[in-house]
């Protein structure tokens, strides 16, 4: 067996999962820890302000890899529901309904923060601007699949159901993407595409290492949501008892 | 019009959601181990 599906083999067995990532949990912390002061320094304090908007765009900094990390986990939350779904895996139901509460934070701070950007920018806090909209459509998702989840009693079958939300929901992720183009919308334009940047390497460096810093933040959080989900799934079993009962969990 | 405020306000949101989002697990993994522990001693498995 090559090594990449002994990986995945064994990250099917929960034991096995809950201590390598229990290992893995701490570095993710400090790499995101370590980035963010980074990304923070150079983009509060380094960088310098905008010629046309001035220092409110210092915002973008934690704006954008925010918005970015609320689409991004959203995809990964319908892959892993799908992959839950069609293979019956439970480490991915599991990952994907932990992902949620994730993805509405990333939703809410990008709301909030560029509705702080948008007042002194645009002269208000809120328009029902398509690509606003569609943020917000996509943070009712996230609550809506939390809700779903939490309506069943039996984790399997409200993993399934919230799943089959999450692929429902994926529609969404065109639209706020492509709002901008699509409609004339207040909100600008992408900086950042497949063709290059229109930004400043001085404020571009410290959003991508921020955007990068958000990757750790997730992957950690993610972790430690997925533990706490498999010990309560498997209280009742051997290895959890055990797990407790050393005092290494 | 003084921007600080609007950035300081975002910065400061977005630190209480996202340390709030980092802290309820850890918080929420201790109560759940100390209530398996407490029916582990209670019912003597």
């Known amino acids: ?249 | 019009m003084s921007h600080t405020p609007f950035i300081l306000a975002a910065y400061g949101v977005a630190t209480l959601l996202l340390l709030w989002g980092a802290l309820a697990p850890v918080l929420r993994a201790r109560k759940l181990k100390s209530e398996i522990r407490a029916r582990l001693e209670r019912t003597g498995d």
């Open chain 1, 1 to 249: 067996m090559n090594p990449i599906m002994k990986f995945i083999h064994l990250m099917g067995s929960p034991p096995w999962f809950y201590q390598f990532s229990g290992r893995l949990i701490p570095w993710l912390w400090g790499l995101f820890v370590v980035l963010a002061a980074c990304g923070l320094y150079l983009g509060l304090v380094k960088a310098p302000p905008d010629y046309l908007q001035g220092e409110s765009a210092r915002i973008m900094y934690i704006h954008v890899p925010s918005a970015w990390m609320s689409m991004m986990i959203y995809a990964l939350m319908a892959v892993m529901g799908f992959v839950g779904l069609v293979w019956h895996v439970r480490i991915a139901e599991i990952l994907a309904i932990s992902s949620a509460p994730i993805g509405a934070l990333f939703t809410a701070v990008a709301l909030a923060s560029g509705s702080l950007w948008g007042r002194p920018t645009w002269g208000t806090y809120w328009v029902w601007d398509a690509r606003l909209t569609s943020e917000l459509v996509l943070l009712f998702l996230y609550l809506g699949v939390i809700g779903l989840y939490s309506a069943f009693d039996e984790p399997r079958k409200a993993a399934r159901a919230a799943s089959l939300l999450a692929l429902v929901g994926l529609v969404n992720l065109p639209i706020i993407h492509y709002s901008v183009t699509w409609w004339n919308t207040l909100h600008q334009g992408s900086s950042i595409g497949a063709s290059g940047s229109s930004i400043h390497p001085s404020m571009l460096w410290p959003l991508l290492i921020m955007a990068l810093a958000t990757k750790f933040y997730y992957a950690a959080n993610l972790l430690s949501r997925a533990r706490i989900r498999l010990i309560e799934q498997d209280q009742r079993k051997n290895w959890v008892r055990e797990l407790l009962q050393e005092g290494t969990a």
